[in-house]
């Protein structure tokens, strides 16, 4: 958790009126994901704010899950489906799809954890002037559930060093900033998130709102040694990209996926001797 972060325990209880009738698109990516659907699906058509739209783009789900989605009725939920491919080629699909006035991107599983969320941000938003970026905090839940709070802004400093704000799910995004910024980079399997914004970082003319509060809870899924490995290499060349070759080098001694990798690779090696000498 960052030191100062707050969180009002008593957030929802404020009584807000959203100002008129900000449309807001949630996009979903999901790939085999029947499991963690119908918690993410309820926590959105029971808010109490109805203009919304929820976009699902399927990667050729061979269990429930397009099942799932269909067996919600309400006329906001909408399906597309699409040959197997990267999670950010499927966010870009929904963007492409997307009708609100602003966008929140959301994994199978996450919870909008009130069903006055989309009120409050609509109402924050439009207070604050309709910025490009309303960057909140994200609660992640732990492989063993535990959750945990995180705030980071969106500063030029933060991404040079390979930071990036809470999560992608706590930021709102107005739809005009994929005109000024472009797509998710959709080769990226991992960092696609941290491209993007490395690019809101460094233009000139984009604006954001911080605010220390959480709308979204999300499940931290399991990772393995791979998806370490591939996220060093990922963010090097991001780094190296945006900023240069000696940030991308600065960045090799501050971060932690090369250690994280190694820890899992040692325990699988740990396991396939342990599994051996049986």
Same mark, same amino acid.
Request: a positive charge; one cysteine or more; hydrophobic letters at 40%.
């Given at each position: 958790?960052?030191?100062?972060? $707050?969180?009002?325990?008593?957030? $929802?209880?404020?009584?807000?009126e959203p100002i008129g009738r900000l449309q807001i698109s949630l996009v979903?990516? =999901?790939?085999?994901?029947?499991?963690?659907?119908?918690?993410?699906?309820?926590?959105?058509?029971?808010?109490?704010?109805?203009?919304?739209?929820?976009? $699902?783009?399927?990667a050729d789900s061979k269990d429930r899950t397009a099942e799932i989605i269909?067996?919600?009725?309400?006329?906001?939920?909408?399906?597309?489906?699409?040959?197997?491919?990267?999670?950010?080629?499927?966010? &870009?699909?929904?963007?492409?799809?997307?009708?609100?006035?602003?966008?929140?991107?959301? &994994?199978?599983?996450?919870?909008?954890?009130?069903?006055?969320?989309?009120?409050?941000?609509?109402?924050?938003?439009?207070?604050?002037?309709?910025?490009?970026?309303?960057?909140?905090?994200?609660?992640?839940?732990?492989?063993?559930?535990?959750?945990?709070?995180?705030?980071?802004?969106?500063?030029?400093?933060?991404?040079?060093?390979?930071?990036?704000?809470?999560?992608?799910?706590?930021?709102? $995004?107005?739809?005009?900033?994929?005109?000024?910024?472009?797509?998710?980079?959709?080769?990226?399997?991992?960092?696609?998130?941290?491209?993007?914004?490395?690019?809101?970082?460094?233009h000139p003319n984009l604006t954001s709102v911080m605010l220390e509060r959480?709308?979204? =809870?999300?499940?931290?899924?399991?990772?393995?040694?791979?998806?370490?490995?591939?996220?060093?290499?990922?963010?090097?060349?991001?780094?190296?990209?945006?900023?240069?070759?000696?940030?991308?080098?600065?960045?090799?001694?501050?971060?932690?996926?090369?250690?994280?990798?190694?820890?899992?690779?040692?325990?699988?090696?740990?396991?396939?001797?342990?599994?051996?000498?049986?």
């Open positions: 958790m960052t030191p100062g972060f $707050f969180l009002e325990k008593d957030v $929802f209880a404020e009584q807000v979903i990516p =999901t790939r085999a994901s029947s499991q963690f659907l119908d918690r993410t699906i309820e926590s959105i058509v029971f808010q109490k704010y109805p203009f919304w739209e929820a976009l $699902f783009i399927d269909r067996s919600y009725k309400d006329p906001r939920i909408r399906l597309q489906t699409m040959p197997k491919t990267r999670v950010f080629e499927m966010i &870009n699909r929904g963007l492409s799809m997307a009708q609100g006035e602003y966008i929140l991107i959301l &994994n199978p599983g996450d919870e909008l954890m009130h069903p006055r969320v989309l009120s409050m941000l609509s109402y924050n938003v439009q207070r604050e002037g309709l910025v490009d970026l309303y960057i909140t905090a994200s609660e992640v839940r732990d492989e063993e559930l535990i959750p945990h709070l995180i705030f980071r802004p969106l500063t030029i400093e933060n991404t040079k060093k390979g930071i990036q704000p809470s999560s992608l799910q706590s930021v709102l $995004f107005k739809r005009d900033v994929f005109k000024k910024i472009g797509l998710f980079n959709g080769k990226l399997r991992n960092r696609g998130a941290f491209d993007f914004f490395c690019r809101c970082a460094k959480v709308f979204v =809870t999300q499940n931290q899924m399991q990772q393995n040694a791979k998806f370490y490995l591939l996220n060093f290499i990922e963010t090097f060349r991001i780094l190296f990209s945006q900023y240069g070759f000696l940030f991308a080098f600065r960045w090799i001694f501050l971060q932690k996926d090369l250690l994280r990798f190694l820890q899992k690779l040692k325990v699988k090696v740990k396991r396939a001797f342990q599994k051996g000498y049986s």
